[in-house]
Nanobody, 127 residues
Framework: QVQLVESGGGLVQVGGSLRLSCATS????????MAWFREAPGKEREYVAA????????DYADSLRGRFTISRDGAKNSVYLQMNSLKPEDTAVYYC????????????????????WGQGTQVTVSS
């Protein structure tokens, strides 16, 4: 089982940037596909982005493509979310998630496969 701890959230003005980090426990980071989700007040949790075990494949929610970038660092057992040109509608709690699946190293699984979750980090974008 993997433990996930997010950090890097905070208050930022419209148009600003933030970089979220998710540190994972254990020596098995390379075996997990990683993703970010977010949950805004009064809304359902939504998918943001995912990165394959190798880091060679990434996927984004269509509405966020071009502003957000997901990456991972195997040496630090961490995954990151760089968020640029932030908008008030990006305000949400952002969650890191992990999937242990049998797909190839470049496989991006369906969102239902993410069963390990962090506790989230708040991002607030002020206008």
């Amino acid at each position: 089982q993997v433990q996930l701890v997010e950090s890097g959230g905070g208050l930022v003005q419209v148009g600003g940037s933030l970089r979220l980090s998710c540190a994972t426990s254990g020596r098995t980071f390379r075996t997990y596909t990683m993703a970010w989700f977010r949950e805004a007040p009064g809304k359902e949790r939504e998918y943001v982005a995912a990165i394959s075990r190798s880091g060679g494949s990434t996927d984004y929610a269509d509405s966020l493509r071009g502003r957000f970038t997901i990456s991972r660092d195997g040496a630090k057992n961490s995954v990151y979310l760089q968020m640029n040109s932030l908008k008030p509608e990006d305000t949400a709690v952002y969650y890191c998630a992990a999937s242990s699946n049998t797909g190839g190293v470049n496989y991006i699984p369906p969102v239902s496969s993410y069963v390990y979750w962090g506790q989230g980090t708040q991002v607030t974008v002020s206008s």
